[in-house]
């Protein structure tokens, strides 16, 4: 199953967003939070989310959903530390981070393999919730 | 092709959790899963795809149809109207929809 990590400014946020997530897909799912510098300050992590993509990690590749601007730059820096074999497996995902990690959460729950997962999410982008 | 039609009840409709659990319970069958909203019109999507499913706009009250042509459909079929028909198990306010 693809693991994901969730990367926000606010370590509520990603706590939040993995508590949503694993509603929705089930309690095998493979979902770590990297929110805040610390549980108290706003901002982002590398180390917090090299965590997180240890815990997420598995076989099947993992799949990392961020809010905006140095959560991306956050994100990159934590992948270029990690070895190529390592890299090969993640991908960094333009989706949006709440409606993409419960779409990301359900289709990993399920089985689909890492690129699709991650194009489920891109794509939940185009949803007119509306209706 | 085997078809049932279902009329959804549940509060918030095929939306979030519904719809997650409609998506996990059509990928527990090998057959491939159609459904539409009637109510709306439009084409079929695919029942394993949950994008697809919350793309449909099903909320309360509308009526959609499930199609099935594999060699579980029936059973896939059968399971979706028990999901549909417990009202997506839902026990308590609580639970996000």
Redesign the interface.
Known sequence: MVGIVIVSHSPLIAAGVKQLASEMAGEQLRIAAAGGVDDHTIGTSVERILEALREADGPDGVLILVDLGSAVLSAQAAIELLNEQQQAHLILSNAPLVEGAIVAAVEASIGRPLMEVNRAAEQVATLNKLG | MPEISITIQHKAGLH??P??MF??TA?RFVTNILVRNDTRGGDYKNA????SV??L?V?QGHSITVRADGPDAEAALEAIRHLTDSNFEDTGADM?A
């Open positions: 979030l959790r719809a997650a998506v996990r990928c394993k795809s949950t994008l919350m793309q706009g909320n996000p």
